[in-house]
């Protein structure tokens, strides 16, 4: 049974910071590539960052420069380092694992965790 859970959203003033994880069973994780994606209320849901098997990234242009995905295989780990935070960033992030690579239309998703950028 795949399972990917998230953890690490929550309420945060704007220009701060947060780390979400996404933590995979069931897959084996090294060979997916890994996105993070977000949906706002009314939105649909966007890619903000992937990272392939090989460690190649790309970003959301909203998130360069801001975010940073990670991976660590060895703990079958996904990570979004989210720095200068914008009350725009505000969403339910989405962690998903795609063969070979990741998009909106398949793979694994897990469950989400919000996010907002509040004062």
């Known amino acids: 049974q795949v399972q990917l859970v998230e953890s690490g959203g929550g309420l945060v003033q704007p220009g701060g910071s947060l780390r979400l994880s996404c933590a995979a069973s069931?897959?084996?994780?090294?060979?997916?590539?890994m996105g993070w994606y977000r949906q706002a209320p009314g939105k649909q849901r966007e890619l903000v960052a992937a990272?392939?098997?090989?460690?190649?990234?790309n970003y959301a242009d909203s998130v360069k420069g801001r975010f940073t995905i990670s991976r660590d295989n060895a703990r079958n780990t996904v990570y979004l380092q989210m720095n200068s935070l914008k009350p725009e960033d505000t969403a339910v992030y989405y962690c998903?694992?795609?063969?070979?690579?990741?998009?909106?239309?398949?793979?694994?998703w897990g469950q989400g965790t919000q996010v907002t950028v509040s004062s």
């Open positions: 069931g897959i084996i994780f090294s060979v997916y590539a």
């Open positions: 998903n694992a795609g063969y070979p690579v990741t998009s909106t239309q398949g793979g694994y």
């Open positions: 990272i392939t098997s090989a460690g190649n990234r």
